[in-house]
């Protein structure tokens, strides 16, 4: 298990009073706060050896140079990655899903093709397929939810078809926390001989991940929401899709050689890597990876597994609360979402903020998935490794306070 004491005592921003109370930082699943080491780590490439890399005839290009490529092998270790040269840093998740919708998506669909992803996917794993779907007049099929908000595996089943080439499915919902069985949905999915996207945004911070196992095509998740910087993030893909693939974005880096004409492509990863790229958030996002290591991914679950555990009984003694996803703590992350009583989860949010607990409210790019649940919004509790016991205890007085506080607002 975690010490929590010393992790916080790592985090500078947790010390400090918000509204007149001290910070309760409950919304982990926007964006993960930043130890000192990735801090200073980023300082120190500033103040140090800040320079272009790859260009290398000097030594600060050489440090800055194996410090970048020293991140993309931490990652590759950090997810079980074959090799460093599987791995493509981009801005963040979004940017990886599209990657793969551009490249990939638009070398390979055919009219009539099937892409299939489900109903709770985040607006990152779902517009980029419907662009490409409008495309090239391919056909989106969704995947549904069974009453406790899990993937439900038989409507998977049914939606495969022959034509199915993208299997696009999230690792981790951000809105229910449910966890989806990822090795099962790719074991199926290349049944069909349809290739796997993994959304891994809300799966990377907080989840041992192996993609080796797994067997997934494509993997994408975001520096920001595990420890690192915002800016960075990583696309994992197979190798021999990664050779294959036409690149995405073309100019300086991604080339072998260029005639006025025509070009030939580097090598994978730096084929998908145009321009000079953000060197110092990926060497941050190097040290965010060393942090989690260190300190265990099955750690960092277990964690998480009790806290959520503790939070949802805490949460159920909240009168009027609707709590939703699955009641299981083991099939789940630590993202909470609920409503409470009849009070617009923006209010929730406001209330909570001037007693100095930040969560989420809105319908956290997920616009189908509210609609399924019904909802316009909900108010959003996510943990991560320096959350406490303590910190759920003010959030459920919170609510109770919030809940009386409307109550006699609508009874006058
Ligand atoms: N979800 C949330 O508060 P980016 O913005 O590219 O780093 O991540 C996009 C993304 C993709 N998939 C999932 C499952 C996500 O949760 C997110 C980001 C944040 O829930 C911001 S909307």
């Known amino acids: 298990m975690l010490d929590t004491a010393r992790i916080r005592a790592d985090f500078p921003i947790l010390h400090q009073v918000v509204n007149g109370r001290p910070l309760v930082y409950l919304d982990n699943a926007a964006t993960s706060q930043k130890p000192r080491a990735v801090i200073e780590t980023l300082v120190d490439y500033y103040s ?44 963040n998740t979004t940017e990886g899903l599209n990657l793969v919708a551009y490249t990939w998506g638009r070398a390979h669909l055919r009219p009539g093709d099937e892409i299939v992803t489900t109903i709770m996917e985040h607006h990152s794993n779902l517009v980029p397929w419907q662009i490409l779907a409008r495309e090239k007049e391919a056909v989106l099929r969704f995947v549904g939810l069974t009453p406790t908000g899990e993937l439900d595996m038989e409507d998977f089943a049914r939606q495969l078809t022959p034509r199915t080439r993208i299997v696009a499915v999230t ?30 945004a809300q799966a990377a911070p907080h989840l041992p991940i192996d993609v080796q196992a797994l067997d997934c095509d494509f993997l994408a998740f975001s520096g920001h929401k595990m420890l690192g910087p915002t800016g960075i993030g990583v696309l994992y893909g197979r ?111 406001t209330i909570l903020d001037q007693e100095g607990i930040a969560i989420r409210a809105g319908h956290h790019c997920c616009k ?21 016991r303590e910190e759920v205890d003010r959030l459920v007085a919170a609510l109770i306070r919030a809940k009386e506080l409307f109550g006699s607002v609508v009874g006058r």
């Open 48 to 91: 140090r050896y800040n320079a272009n890399v790859h260009r290398g005839v000097h030594t600060l290009g050489d440090r800055a140079t194996e410090a970048y490529e020293g991140a993309r092998a931490k990652v590759a270790r950090f997810i079980n990655a074959p090799g460093p040269e599987t791995i493509i840093f981009v801005r």
């Open 171 to 200: 690792m981790a919902s951000n809105v229910l926390g449910t966890i989806t069985p990822v090795a099962e949905i790719v074991r199926q999915a290349h049944a069909v001989g349809a290739i796997t996207v993994i959304d891994a």
């Open 239 to 349: 190798r021999e899709h990664l050779e294959r693939m036409p690149p995405f974005l073309g100019g300086g880096s991604m080339i072998r050689d260029v005639q006025l004409t025509t070009a030939t492509w580097n090598d994978p990863p730096w084929k998908f890597e145009a321009g000079t790229p953000n060197i110092a958030d990926a060497i941050g996002l190097g040290a965010a990876v060393d942090y989690l290591s260190a300190l265990g991914m099955e750690n960092v679950r277990a964690h998480e597994v009790a806290l959520t555990a503790y939070a949802l009984a805490a949460l159920s003694q909240v009168e009027d609360l609707v709590i939703y996803g699955p009641p299981d703590p083991q099939r789940r992350t630590g993202v909470i979402s609920f409503n409470l009583a009849d009070i617009h989860a923006h209010d929730v949010g």
């Open 368 to 388: 189908p998935l509210m609609r399924h649940l019904g909802v316009a919004a909900t108010a959003r509790a996510s943990f991560y490794i320096y959350n406490t």
